[in-house]
Each structure stands twice: as C-alpha cells, then as structure tokens.
C-alpha cells in the first residue's frame, strides 16, 4: 500500500519533509498539505503533487489521509496530535511533543489509554548514523560502561526574538533526548551555567549556555549551547568510557587545501545539511512502520515514542527553572510503568 500523508505546517521544517516524503522516501505519497499560510500551502502542494486542506483538523480527518506529519510550531502540536489520536492514524510530530509538561503527560496518557502507539517524535539524531554508532558502542560494552558526554551545539545564528529559554527548549533539547537515548536512563538534575555573552547577545538572550545534566546512576553530562555563532552548524558529542572514548559529528570530509597556508574542509551551513541522512531516515523508517501498523492492526513505534517528548519537556522545564535561578534543579518523573502503554 502507499501512505498517503498529510503535513501541517510548511515553514522551514515542514516544507523539507514534505519535498523529502514526495521525493526521497518509498511507499509514500504527500496528499494533503495545510498551513496558517494559504500561499505558503499551496506552494508546498504544488511542487509534491498534493492539494490544500485549510483546516489543519480537517486535513487530519481527511479520507484520503492515512498518517499525518506535523510541523507547525509548538503550541498548535497538542490540539493536532490530540486529532491523530481521535482518528487513529500514525503521526510523527516534530518536537516539542507540546510546550509543557503537563499537557505532554496528558497525550502519553491518552495514547496509553486508547493502547495503539501511535506518536512518534521527531527526537531524528537517534536515526544520525553516527549516534547510532556511537548507541551501539554503549550496548556492545566493547568499551566498557559510558561514564560522561561532552556535547557542544553551536547554531550559525537565530532568529531576534530567540531568547534564553528558547536556547534550553529548542536547542538544548535535543541533547536531552540524545543523553537519554545513548545512556539509557532518565536526566535526574540540571544546572545551567551562563558565561560571559557573545557581543551580539541581546537583554534577552544569554547565549552561549553551559549545561550540566546528572543521571539516574549518576553520570554526568556537559553540553554547550551557543546559538549565534555567526560561523555554522556544528554538532558534537564525545563519550568517555572506562576504556576509551569515541568522538562523533567531527565533520572529517574532504580535506581541501585551497590557498597558500590554508588547510580545511567545509562545515555545515544548518541543521537540514548536517542532519540530511537522519531526517530522510526517520521519515522512511516511521513510512514503513506505519504501513505495517495500519495493514496488520497492531501498532508500535519503534522511534521516540510520546514519552520521550514527555520526558524532554520535563527536562526543560526544569532548565528553565535553572537558568533563571542559577541552582541545580532536581527532576521527578513519575515510573513510566505507572502509566501502562506508556
Ligand atoms: N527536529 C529538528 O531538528 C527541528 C528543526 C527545526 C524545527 N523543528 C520543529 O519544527 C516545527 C516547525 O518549525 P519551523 O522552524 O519549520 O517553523 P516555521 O515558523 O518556519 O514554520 C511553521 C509553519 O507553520 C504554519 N502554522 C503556524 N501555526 C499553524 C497552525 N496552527 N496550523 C497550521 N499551520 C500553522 C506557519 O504559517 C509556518 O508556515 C517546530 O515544532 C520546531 O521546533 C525541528
């Protein structure tokens, strides 16, 4: 069968897995488009073969809808991941799940409820092939347990109104999931460290971020966040363990030397080139596992599911908590199998 797939929301991250999904992606068709936008819509329609639906509810319920991709920004994604679940079809939602913890928990418990798993979040570094490398060194214990991550996350700039608190819930969350899923085990504290800001920082914006997350057995995580680097995207992440260490997002292409003293490659220009082969992956990967949920009845998410996007807002909430407080914040999370389905 072919998934015939709605998007909602086509900015900059819809507009890519919507061209992504019609282009690059096997047993899928984008059949429906919708956006606040109607031109920005019927644009996106018109280069993947799809029509407009201008109500994103409507284009949910549509007949000739099986699964449904959202990427509108945070605060509509619990109304439209809420409509998924009414309708029973598959969704991949882009982070944030929602933007706070208490209505995340609510969606994990609907979902629980209604025992289909139908949510997925779109946490895609777990389909970069180098964190899944860098997962299967920590299964295999060919290097023995992990111990700490040093993360850095650097943006080549942000859009004005980006403020301190979008550094922790846009940015920084995607460490909390990439820490979560490599370790393997829940974030217990978080500290968030403010250095001396870069010159183009403004009142609101304190920017680079220095991160420190504690483990559930008590291992540590640095992460620094630096949003308007004005130079690239860059991501990296080195894991130390009992008997070595391995380091990913090196960028170590080609090796050009291109004037007299100079020695270098490219860096990514942002995060669709430097994550190009993790979204295509997601989409493909959540594409084939949706079909054979809707073909054989019973539906599982193998990605990040609900409780992911739950937990990561968890964590931020209580960065936030911490950068305005300066203190290192404690985190509670209910048992996830307090919640059955979950
Ligand atoms: N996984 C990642 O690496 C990654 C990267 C970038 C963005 N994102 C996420 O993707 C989502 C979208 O981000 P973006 O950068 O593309 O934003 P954007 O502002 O570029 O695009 C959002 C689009 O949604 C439309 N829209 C707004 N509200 C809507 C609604 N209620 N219904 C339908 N359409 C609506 C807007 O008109 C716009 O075209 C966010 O949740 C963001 O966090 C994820």
């Known amino acids: 069968m072919t998934l015939r797939v709605a998007v909602l929301g086509v900015g900059l991250m819809g507009t890519y897995h919507a061209e992504t999904l019609a282009n690059r992606t096997s047993g899928v068709a984008v059949t429906v488009i919708n956006d606040f936008s109607p031109e920005r819509a019927q644009e996106v329609a018109h280069s993947t073969g799809a029509r ?44 944030p799940l929602t933007t706070d913890a208490e209505s995340s928990l609510a969606i994990v418990k609907a979902e629980a409820e209604l025992g289909k798993q139908l949510i997925q979040v779109g946490f895609m570094r777990r389909y970069d092939h180098e964190y899944a490398h860098l997962r299967g060194v920590v299964e295999s214990g060919e290097l023995g347990a992990p111990l700490l991550l040093h993360c850095a996350h650097r943006n080549k700039a942000t859009h004005p109104h980006f403020d301190s608190e979008m550094v922790v819930k846009d940015a920084l969350v995607h460490e ?61 992440t080195e894991a130390v363990f009992e008997r070595g260490s391995v380091q990913i997002g090196l960028g170590m292409g080609a090796v050009h030397k291109t004037a007299p003293g100079v020695w270098g490659g490219p860096v990514t220009a942002d995060f669709r080139e430097r994550f190009d082969q993790a979204y295509a992956s997601q989409l493909q ?57 979950a």
């Open 52 to 95: 407009v639906v201008s109500d994103p509810l409507e284009a949910i319920a549509a007949d000739d809808v099986d699964a449904v991709v959202i990427a509108t920004p945070g605060p509509a994604h619990e109304k439209q991941v809420l409509a998924c679940l009414e309708t029973g079809k598959p969704v991949l939602c882009e982070k």
């Open 176 to 236: 909390v999931d990439v820490t979560r899923f490599l370790f393997g085990e829940e974030i217990t504290a978080v500290r968030i460290l403010t250095p001396a800001p870069v010159s183009t920082s403004h009142e609101n914006l304190r920017d680079p971020q220095f991160a420190i997350f504690e483990t559930e057995s008590g291992r540590m995580v640095d992460v620094e966040v630096f949003v308007n680097t004005g130079i690239a995207y860059e991501v990296r």
């Open 285 to 341: 990967a959540w594409a084939d596992q949706s079909r054979k949920a809707i073909a054989s009845g019973n539906y599982v998410v193998n990605g990040p599911r609900a409780w992911d996007g739950y937990a990561a807002a968890v964590v931020c909430e209580a960065g936030v908590r911490a950068l305005n407080s300066g203190e290192r914040v404690a985190i509670e999370l209910p048992e996830r199998a307090s919640i059955p389905g």
